[in-house]
């Protein structure tokens, strides 16, 4: 099945248009000085302010005290500057006045439907828990580390199962690759500025010599970048048009496989190191008790 998708996403158009409809548009959404509106207090609405905690967006979070959980009453206590407490029930259309987006997540079906309606009505996006016939988008199981987000959607079909498949795609990465990724973004940053542009040649270029690194280094080796490094790189890689190998830019080929959590030469001398002093241990034991 897996390979069935990926066939349809890299082959050619006629490939892909035998999946066309039926899905909904996977995009990473900022929301940078946005300003978005979470009604209700409860369980949902605690994960709902968690999501939009990782971005940059201003949160108004509409629901009486009384009905706050005590997950939402720590969060709006613990980022102030983020979420605002608008301690009321949903009293209408002004409520979601200047929102660039708005959440319902409260156990009021109905109250739920007319939020959504009245959104519809401003061409706010909006979301309700409760009612996936009427949302713009779904949230989705996430995984992240640092720059890495994975989101696992089901398109509403089985939303434990999202949780399910998450843990999956979680067991299957090695932990390095949010860290890698901030390297391979300052390796960029400087390669952008060693060749400016943007399109042209030199963008074609930057994108080619971008993925021959990416392809041909490992995750683990992109960790060990510093500045040095990434000069050196792209004093031996991009300005003479190869790509070097992690030894030649002064750092190691320290791991077995991308999952590796040791360095293979620390790893062989620490089980040795071990071995010899386990044998130390018992020879003196067995001496000992000889006398
Ligand atoms: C459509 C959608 C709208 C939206 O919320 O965006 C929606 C709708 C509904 N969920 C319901 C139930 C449950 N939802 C969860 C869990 C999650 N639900 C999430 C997303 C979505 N839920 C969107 C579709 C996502 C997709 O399919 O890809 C996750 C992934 C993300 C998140 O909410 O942040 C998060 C897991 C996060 C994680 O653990 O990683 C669990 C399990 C649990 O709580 O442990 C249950 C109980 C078991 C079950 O029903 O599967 C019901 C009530 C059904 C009823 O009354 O019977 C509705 C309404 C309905 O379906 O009518
Ligand atoms: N999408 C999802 O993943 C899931 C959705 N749900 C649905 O989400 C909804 C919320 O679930 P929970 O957070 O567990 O509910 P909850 O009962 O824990 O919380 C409801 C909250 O809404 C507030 N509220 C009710 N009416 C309000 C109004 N008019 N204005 C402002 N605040 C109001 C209450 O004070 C309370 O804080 C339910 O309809 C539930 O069926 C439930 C589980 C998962």
Redesign the pocket.
Known sequence: MTKFLFTAMTTTPEGALKHIGGGSLLIAWQLDGKRVLIVGGGV?AS?RIE?ILTTDASIFLLAPSDGLIARTRRLIELYPDHVSHLDRTFSGPEEIHNMDMVLTAIDDAEKSRQIVLMCRAAKIPV?A??I?DL?DF?????IRDGPLQIMV????????L??LI?NRVQESLAGVEGDAIMKVGALRKKLKERAPGIGGPIGQQRMKWMSAVCEQWKMTEFTQLDEEMIEKLLDEGWNKKRVPTIEEVGGYRLYAEDGASFPLNVGLSSIIAFCAGAIVTVSVFILRQRR
Do not use: L
């Open positions: 949902v994960q999501s979301n828990a409760d996936p949302c779904y949230f989705g199981s996430q959607s089901t398109n509403g079909k089985g939303p434990k999202t949780a998450k």
